[in-house]
């Protein structure tokens, strides 16, 4: 199983991308969120047309809003009659209701996300198949509902915390992950973590520790290289196993 950074960033894809992550197998390939930049990376890697699922975090724009060009007629001319229809998985809370929002406020028709996906809901209780890749879910803390995905080939796990404020419990959920994809959108601790449900380098080099997590990549990083330094300097300190910053365009194998 490998991962492939297409976007990291937060709140805008300023030199970065917003969050976007490929999951492939020899015979899949899934994406977590879909956020402002993730389009165009993901054309640019000739995987539109391919991806056989895409799983949406959370309602954020920063997590999902290029799925709005994505559905559009423009793709469906460029990826062909050969294109692949993905699966499109939203939290059933919150997921339709903003997609919905999001292209009645543009003026558009919200029937092109059931022309170009098959638009599904799932919740944290639900298990997922998506060809060789199995996802399990666990809620996240942070200012709307969404939930963290943990996927598995059988033989290797990742963990994608999405957006949340530092849980001890949380480390359950990544119990001996092989790669921890973890967000550390702060440098420095404060109430405003827990307000904006985000969490440091070192607080997710914690989460790291306790699950017994074999390698951390820290993502949804601010566009600021000294900081993300400072966070990643923290957080190897925290941390006994290996620890990076996740760039755009990085591949891993989780194994």
């Known amino acids: 199983m490998e991962l492939e950074i297409l976007g990291l960033g937060v709140g805008a894809p300023l030199g970065q991308g917003c969050p976007c992550y490929a999951v492939r197998t020899d015979s899949t390939l899934l994406v977590l969120d879909f956020g402002p930049g993730a389009h165009e990376r993901a054309w640019g890697r000739d995987m539109l047309g391919r991806i056989d699922a895409i799983v949406i975090s959370h309602m954020h724009l920063d997590h999902m809003l290029d799925l709005l060009p994505l559905s559009g007629e423009i793709t469906?001319?460029?990826?062909?009659?050969?294109?692949?229809?993905?699966?499109?998985?939203?939290?059933?809370?919150n997921g339709r209701k903003?997609?919905?929002a999001l292209a009645e406020a543009l003026g558009s028709?919200?029937?092109?996300?059931?022309r170009a996906f098959d638009l599904r809901e799932y919740d944290g209780d639900d298990e997922l198949s998506i060809g060789e890749l199995r996802l399990t879910f666990a809620p996240i803390a942070h200012t709307i509902s969404g939930y963290s995905p943990r996927v598995t080939d059988g033989r290797a796990t990742l963990v994608y915390s999405a957006d949340t404020a530092y849980r001890e419990e949380f480390a359950q959920h990544c119990a001996g992950a092989d790669l921890l994809l973890l967000e550390s959108t702060y440098l420095e601790p404060g109430e405003h973590l827990e307000r904006q449900g985000h969490m440091t380098g070192e607080q997710a080099a914690q989460v790291a520790q306790l699950a017994g997590a074999r390698r951390l990549v820290l993502t949804h990083t601010m566009p600021f290289k000294e900081e993300n330094e400072e966070n990643l300097r923290r957080a190897r300190a925290r941390f006994a196993g290996d620890v990076?910053?996740?760039?755009r365009g990085a591949v891993f194998r989780v194994a």
């Not at 028709?109 to 059931?114: C, F, G, L, V």
């Open 76 to 93: 469906e001319e460029a990826i062909g009659p050969r294109g692949r229809r993905p699966i499109v998985w939203v939290p059933r809370e």
């Open 98 to 100: 903003v997609l919905d």
């Open 109 to 114: 028709d919200p029937a092109r996300y059931e």
């Open 244 to 247: 990076q910053l996740a760039t």
